[in-house]
C-alpha cells in the first residue's frame, strides 16, 4: 500500500485487507495524523520531514518475522536486521533530529494525542475543500472518498492566473503553494503543524481573490 498524498492528493482512509499477505506502506506523508493499527501492517515506513521533524531520520516499524532473509545484493544499510541488531545505531545516529522529534512526540501528547490530532486535521481539510467545492472558480482533481486531509491540490479555472495567484499569495504571507511540476496547479501542505487559522487565512485569501478576477 503507498499512500502517494504528497503529489496527488490522495490517501487510504482505511486499511486495506490482504490476507495472509503481508501489508507495506510509505506513511510518509501521514503519520501521526490520526491513530493507526500498526498490528495490522507488516512494515510502515516514514521519513520524518512532514509530521515528526527535520528530514534525515526515517521510521520503520516492521514486524519482526519480516526480519532477516534478505537478499545478498541488499545494501547493508538497506537490510533491516542490521539496524536490529545495531539497536537502531549502526551508523551514527542524527542526534539533533532524533531531539527534535522527541520534542514533537512531547507537543503531539500536549495537544491529546493522535485522536485530537485527527479531528484538527478533519477539521482544517474539511474547511479548505469546502471552499474549494462551493466554488466554480476552484476544482480539486481528487475523488472525494481518496482525499488526503494533509495535502490539498486544487487548479484555477484559467492557467494564466495561476502566476499572480501564486504573487498574490505570497505578498499575503502564504507560500509554498505551487502544485508539483508533475502534475501543476496549486497545493497547500497542512500537515499537522499548520495551525486552523493558516487555513483560515488561505480561505479567505482564495474566496477574495475569486471576487477580484
Known amino acids: 500500500m503507498s499512500v502517494k498524498v504528497t503529489i496527488y492528493g490522495t490517501e487510504y482512509h482505511y486499511t486495506p485487507e490482504t490476507g ?3 501489508l507495506l506502506t510509505d506513511a ?9 493499527d500498526v498490528s495490522r501492517f507488516g512494515m510502515i515506513y516514514a521519513g520524518a520531514q512532514k509530521n515528526i521533524g527535520p528530514s534525515g531520520v526515517t521510521v520503520v516499524i516492521i514486524r ?9 545484493l541488499t545494501p547493508t544499510m538497506f537490510n533491516y536486521e542490521t539496524h536490529v541488531k545495531g539497536e537502531s545505531m549502526y551508523n551514527t545516529p542524527p542526534t539533533y533530529a532524533i531531539y527534535i522529534a522527541g520534542l514533537v512526540f512531547e507537543w503531539l501528547k500536549n495537544k491529546g494525542g ?3 490530532m485527527e479531528r484538527h486535521n ?3 481539510a474539511e474547511k479548505l475543500y469546502a471552499c474549494i467545492d462551493e466554488s466554480s472558480f476552484y476544482q480539486c482533481p481528487t475523488e472525494r472518498a481518496s482525499r488526503s486531509r494533509m495535502n490539498v491540490p486544487f487548479t484555477l479555472a484559467k492557467p494564466e492566473l495561476d502566476e499572480p495567484f501564486l504573487k498574490e499569495a505570497k505578498a499575503a504571507g502564504l507560500v509554498t503553494l505551487k502544485g508539483h511540476r508533475s502534475v501543476g496547479g496549486m497545493r497547500a501542505s497542512i500537515y499537522n503543524a499548520m495551525p486552523e487559522e493558516g487555513v483560515d487565512a488561505l480561505v479567505s485569501f482564495m ?6 478576477v
Open 122 to 124: 478533519i477539521r482544517k
Open 28 to 36: 510518509s506523508s501521514n503519520i501521526l495524523s490520526r491513530p493507526v
Open 207 to 212: 474566496k477574495e481573490f475569486e471576487k477580484r
Open 64 to 72: 519482526e518475522d519480516l526480519v532477516g532473509g534478505a537478499m545478498d
Open 20 to 22: 495472509n499477505v503481508p
Open 114 to 116: 493522535l485522536e485530537a
